[in-house]
């Protein structure tokens, strides 16, 4: 079975500063790799997916996360943040191939910026 | 928007009710995944249909039941409700299954029980 976790359930940073969100996986084989958002609320709007190919990929809105094989991780990075990016964000993952695509979400990260 | 229609989008109701979600995919998907978000699980995967058949089944209660009709829409049934049914309820849809696709999200139903 698949699991997701994201070690970081709060994080607090002033606009302009960089961000580093962790996500790390637990699954034996061929992983499809998402990052969410959820803005206050809203719904689950995607900022970026990994499938295959180059392991770092870009997002929406100034996001990249790096995919990271030997480590099962998918961290996701934006050098500088602002205001509007306060929401919560949720690390997902599934599998490629019939009756496997449920995802399986992490426990999310809630992000607040200070202006 | 992400083209998945969701309704109703509040719902208010008591212990014991039974309740029908509805959700409406994006034009031409044929996948559409229910899940529901609460404050003690977080978001779980509750189950798929795949044009009209049930493909995949996760942590869903005997309780709750859902379908799949012809022209593709959805419905999650929700009966004999208890408190902890109280969450946030979303729907997803996918253009095929099978292989790599990203799921939308519908704006969800917040289920209140009382």
């Known amino acids: 079975a698949q699991s997701v976790s994201q070690h970081n359930h709060h994080v607090i940073l002033s606009e302009a500063a960089s961000l580093e969100l962790g996500c790390n996986y637990s699954?034996?084989?061929?992983?499809?790799l998402f990052w969410y958002v959820q803005y206050p609320g809203q719904h689950l709007q995607l900022l970026l997916k990994?499938?295959?190919?180059?392991?770092l990929v870009k997002g929406i809105k100034g996001f990249e996360a790096e995919f990271i094989k030997s480590k099962f991780s998918f961290n996701l990075r934006k050098p500088s943040v602002q205001w509007s990016d306060t929401a919560e964000y949720f690390c997902?993952?599934?599998?490629?191939?019939?009756?496997?695509?449920?995802?399986?979400f992490g426990t999310g990260t809630r992000l607040t910026i200070i202006p | 928007d992400s083209g998945v229609t969701q309704t109703p989008k509040h719902l208010i109701t008591a212990t014991g009710q039974r309740v029908t979600l509805r959700c409406s995919p994006r034009s031409g998907d044929l996948s559409v995944y229910w899940y529901q978000q609460s404050l003690d699980q977080g978001l779980q995967f509750l189950i798929q249909?795949?044009?009209?058949?049930?493909?995949a089944k996760g942590n869903i209660l005997e309780r709750f039941s859902a379908q799949q009709f012809p022209d593709l829409h959805s419905e999650l049934n929700l009966s004999s409700l208890e408190l902890g049914d109280s969450a946030l309820y979303f729907c997803?849809?996918?253009?095929?299954?099978?292989?790599?696709?990203?799921?939308?999200f519908g704006p969800g139903t917040r289920l209140t029980v009382t």
């Open positions: 997803a849809s996918s253009p095929q299954t099978g292989g790599s696709y990203e799921q939308y």
């Open positions: 990994y499938f295959s190919g180059d392991p």
């Open positions: 249909y795949y044009n009209g058949e049930e493909r």
């Open positions: 699954y034996g084989g061929t992983v499809n």
């Open positions: 997902a993952v599934n599998a490629p191939g019939f009756g496997n695509e449920k995802l399986t």
